[in-house]
């Protein structure tokens, strides 16, 4: 099914007024998308592109709403799905790949994986995903910075604008939000199999 | 954690953290005066400002997180490498993925190992590093050490570099599928710690020896791979001029911290992050001896957990390996991954003798040789592999 910008334009507004008929038919229709330019860089290497958050959200935003112009409220909803759409691609990868390793040949991959080239520690995202969960529960606000910026990578000011408040609030909760998270991701790590 | 409480805490984090460091304490009697648990919450978040500087501030997408392919028919099978074909991958690691791959150009027939750095890490630190390695490996020509054949960037950016492929199996598992004698296992010992002195003539430390860089070919030659982590030991001292300033910085600033490294084999300066020096060779060596001998690990790492590790690494002392046969354990089978049973009759079983027997070999000159590879302290351990070795 070939859906029109219009279409799309539409869903936008009305799940933004909270119809939640809309939003269940767009996010589905952001998430494929999202997922096969991914797939498609990814594959073609060719291109020269690497993978960039922003760039893969705004040719997805291009692609599905094209140069039409949208209500600055509808376009930073769209964002939110978009980022919404990236964290479950990358933990719906990072499940087949945890998967894939136990299945395989490797003993031990414990600090092995969990250290990169420079350094520092490798962030699982499958623990970072749950923490995540457990943050929203009790700070809804911070689990959607964290989402927007680091699975949407959008920008402090735009995370600011999609969210419909303060940089400043954005900063400090930006802030808060990585040391409750990295603090609970160290606390997993000396539990970590 | 409820709202309520959260806000608590987090308004007098936000507010600690306004303030200057020195007068933080100050701040922290005062805002979590009666409130134990509220101060030790607020303090175990502020710890994290300097380590959770860097966390998440490059978005997940671009960390190299998708980098794997999701399924079989997404693949980097069958793509093209300069003249090389990539036709399966047969290992991958925190810093990209392994390939065999064939020169699809008909010039001639040759299997390679083809390395690939990860998506999304290719800093510039690391490509420094691949560059080190390259040059490094080209500098070495030994028998026993996997050769450097070609590196390059992928068209996408990827760096790349192919090695000689070597068929073989890891040397525990090859030592344990051949039940190799404690001679014959000494023999194959020695063969290894003549390569890695060779490498260590061209100033180079492996830092990363373990079973899996270690093959052993169906012909029973050993296999040393993967320097990919070696640095030159003294850069400014390798008389080779082959490496510009930059690199020499890029291997001073990286001498300390904390490496890749598989903590079964790590020495207590590399778990520590201190300077890694020939001693560290030696003693992952050591560590190999003393699996190879007694079908053990030198420590009981049942636990898993970093800090753990370090403890029983820099503070345990192993015991003799004629006593270590002794031991019943469990261990994972180094050919099929399955848990097996280790007892004394077994270990000995494996090693072509009976526990009587094994033990006496091994008590005396091989326990001082092993636990003297195995010293806490860099300066108290043979002071070359070529030293242990005699």
Redesign the interface.
């Known amino acids: 099914m070939k859906v029109s910008p219009k279409d799309v334009t539409q869903m936008l507004a009305d799940s933004c007024r909270g119809h939640p008929e809309a939003l269940a038919n767009l996010l589905p229709l952001v998430y494929n998308e999202l997922r096969r330019l991914a797939r498609r860089y990814l594959r073609d290497e060719r291109s020269g592109h690497t993978l960039q958050a922003t760039a893969l959200v705004h040719e997805v935003y291009l692609r599905l709403i094209g140069q039409t112009d949208l209500h600055w409220q509808n376009r930073a909803h769209f964002f939110g799905l978009a980022a919404q759409a990236m964290r479950r691609i990358l933990i719906e990868h990072a499940r087949h790949q945890r998967a894939a390793k136990r299945g395989g040949p490797h003993r031990s991959l414990f600090l092995n994986d969990a250290v990169d080239g420079s350094g520092k520690r490798e962030v699982d995202l499958l623990v970072l995903d749950e923490a995540l969960n457990r943050l929203a529960t009790f700070d809804s606000q911070k689990g959607r910075i964290v989402e927007l910026r680091f699975f949407g990578g959008l920008t402090i000011q735009e995370t600011a604008h999609v969210l419909g408040v303060s940089t400043p609030t954005v900063e400090r909760g930006w802030q808060m939000a990585k040391l409750w998270l990295h603090r609970e991701l160290q606390k997993g790590a000396l539990h970590d199999d | 954690?409820?709202?309520e409480?959260?806000q608590r805490i987090?308004a007098v984090?936000?507010a600690a953290?306004e303030r200057a460091a020195t007068q933080r304490a100050a701040f922290l009697d005062a805002a979590c005066a009666g409130d134990a648990s509220l101060r030790e919450e607020v303090e175990?978040?502020?710890?994290?400002?300097e380590?959770?500087a860097?966390?998440?501030e490059t978005?997940?997408?671009?960390?190299g997180?998708?980098?794997?392919?999701?399924?079989p028919t997404?693949t980097l099978i069958g793509r093209r490498l300069g003249p090389y074909e990539l036709r399966q991958e047969i290992g991958h690691?925190?810093?990209g993925a392994v390939y065999l791959a064939e020169r699809a150009d008909d010039a001639y027939q040759k299997q390679v190992a083809i390395k690939l750095v990860k998506?999304?890490?290719d800093?510039n630190?690391?490509l420094l590093?691949f560059r080190n390695e390259r040059q490094i490996l080209a500098t070495l020509d030994h028998p026993n050490i996997a050769k450097l054949l070609d590196g390059g960037t992928?068209?996408?950016?990827?760096s790349y570099f192919v090695m000689d492929y070597v068929e073989g199996l890891p040397i525990d598992a090859y030592c344990g599928t051949h039940k190799l004698s404690v001679k014959d296992r000494l023999k194959l010992f020695r063969t290894i710690c003549a390569a890695v002195q060779y490498a260590y003539e061209h100033h180079i430390v492996h830092r990363d020896l373990k079973p899996g860089n270690i093959l052993v070919t169906a012909e029973g030659a050993p296999k040393l791979l993967d320097f990919g982590i070696a640095k030159l030991l003294a850069p400014e001292e390798s008389g080779t001029g082959i490496l510009p300033v930059q690199h020499r910085l890029e291997a001073c600033a990286?001498a300390t911290?904390?490496?890749?490294?598989?903590?079964?084999y790590?020495s207590p300066e590399q778990v520590r992050g201190e300077a890694i020096t020939p001693a560290s060779d030696v003693y992952a060596l050591g560590v190999l001896l003393y699996e190879l001998l007694t079908g053990h690990h030198p420590y009981r790492m049942e636990t898993?957990?970093?800090?753990e590790?370090e403890r029983i690494i820099c503070e345990e002392m192993p015991d003799k390996p004629s006593t270590a046969i002794g031991r019943i354990g469990e261990s994972?089978d180094a050919v099929d991954?399955k848990p097996v049973r280790i007892t004394p009759e077994s270990v000995s079983l494996m090693r072509d003798g009976r526990p009587d027997g094994l033990r006496r070999q091994l008590s005396g000159d091989l326990d001082n040789i092993v636990l003297m590879a195995l010293r806490k302290e860099p300066v108290h351990r043979y002071p070359s592999v070529k030293a242990f070795s005699d």
Not at chain 2, 154 to 158: A, H, I, K, M, R
Not at chain 2, 304 to 307: F, Q
């Open positions: 954690m409820t709202t409480r959260w987090e984090a936000q953290l175990s978040l502020l710890a994290q400002q380590p959770a860097r966390f998440m978005p997940a997408v671009e960390t997180a998708l980098w794997r392919p999701e399924d997404d690691g925190g810093m998506r999304g890490m800093t630190a690391i590093r992928t068209e996408g950016g990827l990286t911290g904390l490496r890749p490294m598989t903590p079964e790590a898993r957990t970093p800090k590790f994972l991954d």
